[in-house]
């Protein structure tokens, strides 16, 4: 087995992962649990093929996939946040929601191809200079496409603005406790529906990825359960923006490695190697939970309506 | 107040949408009416595309009308529902177009005695059920004389969806065809388990690829496969349904169904009032399945090879499973001079020598 084109496709199999995975901490730090990730992908991803093929146009088709995932997340914000509806149920509608809206807006485009210029420009890969001179790992980390540099210069941009920034403070506050931070003047609404926007932004690019970059033939239902997946991947890296990287590639690793341990005929059925991802989520949790520890644990308002009247 | 007729509207919107989603029903005027179940969307590209083709052909040379209904799920509520439907718009004559059809089919064919019930790939008859299905092994074997003149590094890659006597016998074929024309070539096959999940169908063509794999044929319902092969410089046969635009660089041809054939064949008899329930299987002769045309990467030599066993096979000077054909283990399965009968290949779960399979 080549290990080198192994890991590289790792990386494109974690990269919509990554994405949505980061799309969904933002949202659970804010305190909203939103389970609608893989109908917001659905929904950029049918979203961002139909630009990409109607107009040709690549960095358009990227914008329109993440406006698509935050009109989707518009929806739940609005339910959610305004409202005050039960977030596991929203979410679940939306998810079921926006597999709906991709099938029927995407059913007179089935089997049709990513035109040749955008997958061009999104397809093909840049090499860093000098970084990818690096053996082994320069092959693997700086020879990859565009969206695999956009994904990690999030993922970098977030951590810092989560850890280093007042903003970023506030917004750990509204999820840890809303009520604390409304006596301290956080617009707690407002930070609510900005975090859950940009979660559902990020979900619709993730989504983008795989119709336009991973995929570039729209199919019904094309993400596929990826969706679920990121679900589980937040409480895999633990919130945590850094260990989502590692976590996504990893994911996408357990994803793509049941084809290629076909060759050594382990006689592995591929529904166990399907179920990889889910059993190491289980697995991190009985481990978080034997040792618990402040920070691997999920934003304490999480799940939970804010009702700035019962103080 | 606002909220609420906020909320009132976006549920409306929701509601109003999912709605919107209907199925075109024809009205019914003719004595006949054929209706169809699809497992797939009419524009898959594949399976379910090979048969609405067909479909509309149906219409044009006799001139019945004919309604469809297509993503049936394959459970026994969804076939229920979506074979009452055609009922109820006139249909007297339904076709069930996936395996997983079969049951209901056979419970529904059981209910309604006077109408006309055929099930595609299942083998369950009853007095008004009859079944049909393409030799496509045929066509398969054809394609693997294309795959082994093609390819250099002599490893080719086969995306297979369930370890199920139909695929496995497809496999086979494929890999008859590429042993004869190149014996030092392998057939590595990955299983998906699915018939269609464009992402796994081309994840398995990529571990292929990255193997060294440099000509991929697949049994799956997407294209995955022949994008993956196009990226990496690779090429590809196809299956279903022939798909020259999704990627030109990189397809070959494929082993198709022509249903037509048997829809106005089989419709024709029940009109004239000749219907007997039968198990329809055949192949090139027929013209229910083809290779369909092949694409100027496909050397001319194979192409000249590929005509000439296609007219082997059709006068029956040639049969696919024919022995001595050993198994991948070495053992002889089938002894010189004996052909394979439908039986022994309708249940085949042993893979011939040269394939690569866990």
């Known amino acids: 087995m080549n290990i080198t084109l192994l890991l590289i496709a790792a990386i494109q199999a974690g990269t919509p992962l990554l994405l949505a995975t980061l799309g969904e901490t933002i949202t659970e730090k804010a305190g909203h649990l939103n389970l609608g990730v893989e109908g917001m992908m659905l929904v950029g991803a049918v979203m961002g093929f139909v630009t990409a093929f109607e107009t040709q146009n690549a960095g358009l088709a990227i914008l329109v996939a993440m406006l698509a995932g935050l009109a989707a997340s518009l929806i739940y914000a609005f339910l959610t946040v305004s409202l005050r509806t039960n977030q596991i149920v929203t979410g679940l509608a939306l998810t079921i929601f926006g597999t709906g809206v991709s099938s029927f807006i995407g059913s007179s485009y089935i089997g049709e191809v990513v035109p040749a210029n955008v997958k061009l420009f999104l397809k093909s890969s840049i090499e860093i200079p000098l970084l990818s001179k690096i053996p082994f790992v320069g092959d693997i980390l700086f ?5 695999v540099y956009l994904s990690i210069i999030i993922t970098v941009f977030f951590g810092i603005y989560l850890y280093k920034s007042r903003i970023g403070l506030n917004l750990k506050a509204v999820g840890e406790n809303p009520y604390a931070a409304d006596a301290v003047g956080i617009n707690v609404s407002l930070y609510k529906y900005i975090h859950i926007l940009i979660g559902g932004a990020l979900s619709g690019l993730a989504g983008g990825y795989i119709s336009l970059v991973y995929i570039p033939v729209w199919q019904d239902n094309v993400v596929a359960g990826k969706g679920w997946i990121a679900v589980a991947l937040v409480i895999f890296v633990s919130w945590n923006p850094y260990k989502a990287i590692l976590g996504s590639y990893f994911f996408g690793l357990l994803d793509i490695i ?5 060759k050594f005929e382990l006689h592995i059925p591929q529904d166990i190697i399907d179920m990889l991802p889910y059993i190491a989520t289980i697995v991190v949790l009985i481990i978080t939970s034997i040792r618990p520890s402040i920070k691997n644990n999920p934003p304490h308002w999480l799940g939970r309506e804010y009702f700035r009247e019962d103080r | 107040m606002k909220k609420r007729v906020l909320a009132m509207v976006l549920g409306l919107t929701m509601l109003v949408s999912i ?7 024809d009205e019914a005027k003719a004595d006949f009416k054929a209706g169809f ?3 797939g969307p009419t524009n898959d590209n594949g399976w379910t595309t090979a048969h609405d083709v067909a479909r509309l052909e149906l219409e044009k040379q006799l001139g019945i009308e004919t309604a469809y209904v297509e993503l049936v799920a394959e459970d026994e509520a969804a076939v229920k529902d979506a074979v009452t439907n055609l009922i109820d718009v006139g249909c007297n004559i339904i076709f069930t177009t996936s395996f997983g059809y079969m049951e209901p089919t056979v419970a529904l ?21 009859g079944t049909y299905f393409g030799r496509i092994y045929e066509p398969r074997f054809l394609s693997g004389i294309v795959a082994g003149m093609k390819t250099t590094s002599n490893e080719i890659g086969y995306v297979a969806a369930m370890n199920i006597p139909e695929v496995v016998r497809g496999i086979n074929a494929f890999t008859l065809g590429v042993k004869m024309v190149n014996p030092d070539a392998t057939v590595n096959v990955r299983w998906t388990n699915t018939w269609i999940d464009p992402a796994k169908a081309k994840e398995a063509a990529e571990a292929l690829l990255a193997e060294g794999c440099d000509v991929i044929t697949q049994h799956q319902d997407s294209p995955g496969p ?3 092969a196009e990226e990496k410089g690779a090429f590809a046969i196809g299956y279903d349904y022939p798909l020259t635009d999704v990627a030109p660089g990189s397809y070959m041809t494929a082993p198709v169904f022509n249903w037509s054939v048997y829809y106005v064949d089989i419709v024709k008899q029940i009109m004239d009032g000749k219907f007997v329930s039968a198990s329809y299987w055949e192949g090139l002769n027929s013209g229910v399945v083809a290779l369909a045309p092949m694409t100027d990467l496909v050397p001319a030599e194979a192409k000249t090879l590929v005509n000439e066993y296609e007219a082997k096979i059709k006068d029956g000077s040639f049969f696919v499973f024919e022995g001595e054909i050993k198994d991948n283990t070495g053992a002889v399965k089938v002894p010189a001079g004996t052909k394979m009968t439908d039986g022994e290949m309708l249940s085949m779960d042993w893979f011939v020598e040269g394939v690569k399979s866990n």
């Open chain 2, 109 to 129: 064919a059981a209910e309604y005695p006077d109408l006309y019930f055929l099930h595609c790939s299942g083998y369950m008859m009853s007095e008004n059920l």
């Open chain 1, 258 to 262: 049941g084809f290629r341990l076909q």
């Open chain 2, 19 to 25: 709605f919107a989603v209907g199925c075109t029903k």
């Open chain 1, 143 to 147: 020879k990859q496409d565009i969206l």
């Open chain 2, 37 to 39: 179940v699809y497992i």
């Open chain 2, 226 to 228: 022949l994008i993956a």
